[in-house]
C-alpha cells in the first residue's frame, strides 16, 4: 500500500458469523473470499477522507502491538502503558487487554494521528494494518487448527474503495505486514478465540491477572520468570532463561506459548515433565510441614 495509514477491523473470531447472517446492517461484505480472491482499494495522503478512519474508533492492542509501539517510542512497558492505553476486556470473554486512550478532544482522536498521518506508521497496531480485509478461521469441532477466510468491509466513509489498484488477499497482507503480526500473535490469538468460542467461561482471578500481564507487560513478567518457582517448576535452565530475555522478540514469544499452555493446556511450550514432578512434591512437602508446625503451634497453646 502506498498510503500513510489504514485504519479499523472486525474481530476476527466474529466475522464468519457476521457473514452467515448477511449483515445487513453491518459494514462487512457478505462473501468469503480467499487469499487469491481480488480487490480494489488504495489510501494515500490526499484522499479526501485522509485520517478520517483515526477517531472515534477502539484499537485494541496484542502483545506485539504494545511491543512494536512501546520500542518506536522508547518506552518501558508500564510507561507506554500509563500515557498512551486504557484497559479493556475482549467482547465474549472476560479477558483483560488495553486499548489505545483517545484524545479528549470532540473527534476523540487517536493520541498518534497528526495532520500528515499516523505518527507511528510503521509500527501501526494490527488493527489498524487488518482494515479493509478481515480474516477468520473455520475449524471444525474436532480439530486444533482451521482454515482462514477473508472478508472485506467497506464502510461509507472511506473513499479508498474507489480506487483503481487491484490487490489480491496475499498482496495486500503482505504488504500490510500483517501476516508478521499474525504469526507473532498466534498463541495469544489462539487462546483469545477458545476463551471466545467457549462462552462465559469462569477464569480464576490469578488466570486473570497472568493474562493481563502476558498480553501488556512483559517486564512484570520477567520478574515472575526469573523467580525460582517458575523456574523450577517447568524444569527450565536459568542460563537459557536469561539468555533467552536478552532478546525481547524470543522472550515475547516465549511468554505467548507459556501462556497458552498454562490457560488451556495447548501449543509447544516444552515442560520437563520429571522438574514438574519434583517442584511439585517441593511444594506439596513445604506445604506438609507448614501444616504440622501449624498443628504443633496449636498443641503447644492448648497445652499453654
Ligand atoms: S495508530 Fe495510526 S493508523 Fe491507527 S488509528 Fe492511530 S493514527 Fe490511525
Ligand atoms: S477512510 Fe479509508 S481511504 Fe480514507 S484514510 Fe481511512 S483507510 Fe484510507
Not at 488493527?127 to 482454515?147: A, F, H, L, V
Not at 489462539?190 to 486473570?208: R, W
Not at 517458575?230 to 522478540?249: P, W
Request: with cysteine; aromatic share 12%.
Amino acid at each position: 500500500m502506498s498510503s500513510k495509514k489504514t485504519p479499523r477491523n472486525t474481530e476476527a473470531s466474529e466475522i464468519r458469523k457476521a457473514v452467515e447472517a448477511k449483515v445487513q446492517k453491518s459494514v462487512v461484505v457478505p462473501e468469503l473470499l480467499t487469499a487469491k480472491s481480488k480487490f480494489k482499494f488504495k489510501c494515500y495522503p490526499g484522499i479526501g477522507c485522509f485520517t478520517k478512519c483515526c477517531s472515534g474508533i477502539k484499537i485494541f492492542l496484542t502483545p506485539y502491538d504494545i511491543f512494536r509501539l512501546k520500542t518506536r517510542l522508547g518506552l518501558e512497558y508500564k510507561d507506554f502503558l500509563v500515557q498512551y492505553t486504557e484497559p479493556a476486556v475482549i467482547e465474549k470473554s472476560q479477558l483483560p487487554i488495553v486499548s489505545i486512550r483517545l484524545n479528549q478532544d470532540e473527534a476523540r482522536s487517536c493520541p498518534f494521528l497528526t495532520p500528515e498521518g499516523c505518527s507511528v506508521y510503521s509500527d501501526r497496531p494490527l488493527t489498524c494494518r487488518y482494515y479493509p480485509i478481515g480474516m477468520g478461521t473455520m475449524k471444525k469441532d474436532d480439530s486444533k487448527s482451521g482454515e482462514n477466510f477473508f472478508i472485506k468491509i467497506k464502510e461509507d466513509h472511506c473513499l479508498g474503495h474507489n480506487e483503481a489498484t487491484e490487490w489480491t488477499i496475499d498482496e495486500w497482507r503482505a504488504d500490510q505486514e500483517s501476516d508478521l503480526y499474525d504469526e507473532m500473535n498466534s498463541d495469544w490469538m489462539a487462546v483469545v478465540l477458545k476463551a471466545k468460542t467457549l462462552g462465559p467461561v469462569e477464569f480464576s482471578p490469578k488466570s486473570l491477572d497472568l493474562f493481563f500481564i502476558v498480553s501488556t507487560n512483559l517486564d512484570l513478567f520477567r520478574e515472575f520468570v526469573l523467580s525460582g518457582k517458575f523456574i523450577d517448576a517447568y524444569g527450565l535452565d536459568r542460563e537459557y532463561i536469561e539468555q533467552l530475555m536478552s532478546n525481547e522478540l524470543e522472550f515475547l514469544k516465549f511468554s505467548l506459548k507459556w501462556l497458552r499452555f498454562v490457560m488451556f493446556d495447548e501449543g509447544d511450550f516444552k515442560v520437563d515433565e520429571a522438574a514438574r514432578k519434583k517442584a511439585k512434591e517441593k511444594l506439596l512437602a513445604q506445604r506438609e510441614m507448614q501444616r504440622k508446625e501449624a498443628r504443633e503451634k496449636d498443641e503447644q497453646a492448648e497445652k499453654e
